[in-house]
């Protein structure tokens, strides 16, 4: 097993010690291919909804800029084994257990493909 391997299976192990932090949510995941509606004139795409245990952060005072981090933002973390082999992209939301949406702001990810971090902010609604 190498060092990528390692640390991946150390996150996954560790991730479960968090029990009374994790959050279980509905990850709405876009296709890539839009379908188009020339009577409608309009765009869709179709939607996957991948199950997703992960936790929610706040940021830090420091990270917010007021431009790409708003004061509300979030972070959303879980090991990118929890994705079921989905790329979380911004076009995608959250739908946590109260009903609340949660657009994907950025996305990112850690050096050891272990992680994703998922800038999140709460939809309008």
């Known amino acids: 097993m ?18 009374t932090m994790r959050e279980t949510v ?12 020339p009577t409608a004139q309009t765009i ?24 790409v981090v708003k004061r509300f933002d979030q972070k959303f973390i879980a090991p990118q084994a929890n994705f079921g ?3 979380p992209q911004s076009i995608d939301r959250l739908v946590r257990a109260d009903g609340t ?4 702001i950025n996305v990112s990810k850690d050096p050891a493909d272990a992680v994703w971090v998922l800038q999140v ?5």
């Open 2 to 19: 190498g060092l990528k391997e390692t640390i991946q299976s150390a996150v996954n192990k560790g991730f479960g010690s968090l029990s």
């Open 121 to 125: 902010r709460q939809a309008a609604g």
């Open 85 to 87: 082999g989905v790329s």
């Open 26 to 37: 509905i990850l709405k995941s876009s296709n890539d291919n839009p379908t188009y509606s």
């Open 44 to 67: 869709s795409f179709d939607e996957d909804d991948v199950e997703v245990v992960g936790l929610f952060a706040r940021y830090n005072i420091r990270e917010i800029d007021g431009q």
């Open 101 to 104: 949406e949660w657009s994907i």
